[in-house]
T-cell receptor, first 115, second 114 residues
Framework: DTEVTQTPKHLVMGMTNKKSLKCEQHMGHRAMYWYKQKAKKPPELMFVYSYEKLSINESVPSRFSPECPNSSLLNLHLHALQPEDSALYLC??????????????FGEGSRLTVL | DAKTTQPPSMDCAEGRAANLPCNHSTISGNEYVYWYRQIHSQGPQYIIHGLKNNETNEMASLIITEDRKSSTLILPHATLRDTAVYYCIVDDMYSGGGADGLTFGKGTHLIIQP
């Protein structure tokens, strides 16, 4: 199984809603990532988890709250978002540490629309 | 600041080799060159990576100049399904022994013409 599965594929939410994006992988990877991608722009790194601990937060607003409940799951909790947060949210995973290929495996993304 | 420079767009005829250039003149000794592509509305897909030597896999070939300041990704027989944005990324990936992700630049939009 070389897949990263993201759910839901599409999400529409109001600015007062609370919702979550979910990401799952069963490749034994111990590093997981959230990226945000606006239309016609490259993906931008948001968070990195390494061995279930948050290792990088790229100054992301607190209305985005990541969670890594175990080595296979990564969540992104959303609260009080703004319309400008509408984007494709991509999850990825990889082996951390030296000696591995460095390949990131990406999911298909969750397309979020904030009304 | 972007570590790589790529042309914003390129065309290639179907069945021909697509050669995508990338400049990375400030690359350091422990940094790899990675290539990913992103087909419209999908997640990025790993293609190939290399440190010094040329590399080939079932998808593509990567040619890195001897001074490592530039590289070329070669898709040997382009098909319409190869139309995508191709990202050249320079990164050591494992700085400090941990995973720190990859930083994507603007990439090259490759359009395969029938």
């Amino acid at each position: 199984d070389t897949e990263v599965t993201q759910t839901p594929k599409h999400l529409v939410m109001g600015m007062t809603n609370k919702k979550s994006l979910k990401c799952e992988q069963h490749m034994g990877h111990r590093a997981m990532y959230w990226y945000k991608q606006k239309a016609k722009k490259p993906p931008e790194l948001m968070f990195v988890y390494s061995y279930e601990k948050l290792s990088i937060n790229e100054s992301v607003p607190s209305r985005f709250s990541p969670e890594c409940p175990n080595s296979s799951l990564l969540n992104l909790h959303l609260h009080a978002l703004q319309p400008e947060d509408s984007a494709l949210y991509l999850c990825a995973s990889s082996h951390p540490g030296t000696g591995d290929t460095g390949e990131l495996f990406f999911g298909e993304g969750s397309r979020l629309t904030v009304l | 600041d972007a570590k790589t420079t790529q042309p914003p767009s390129m065309d290639c005829a179907e069945g021909r080799a697509a050669n995508l250039p990338c400049n990375h003149s400030t690359i350091s000794g422990n940094e790899y060159v990675y290539w990913y592509r992103q087909i419209h509305s999908q997640g990025p897909q790993y293609i190939i990576h290399g440190l010094k030597n040329n590399e080939t896999n079932e998808m593509a070939s990567l040619i890195i100049t001897e001074d490592r300041k530039s590289s070329t990704l070669i898709l040997p027989h382009a098909t319409l399904r190869d139309t995508a944005v191709y990202y050249c990324i320079v990164d050591d990936m494992y700085s400090g022994g941990g995973a720190d992700g990859l930083t994507f630049g603007k990439g090259t939009h490759l359009i395969i013409q029938p």
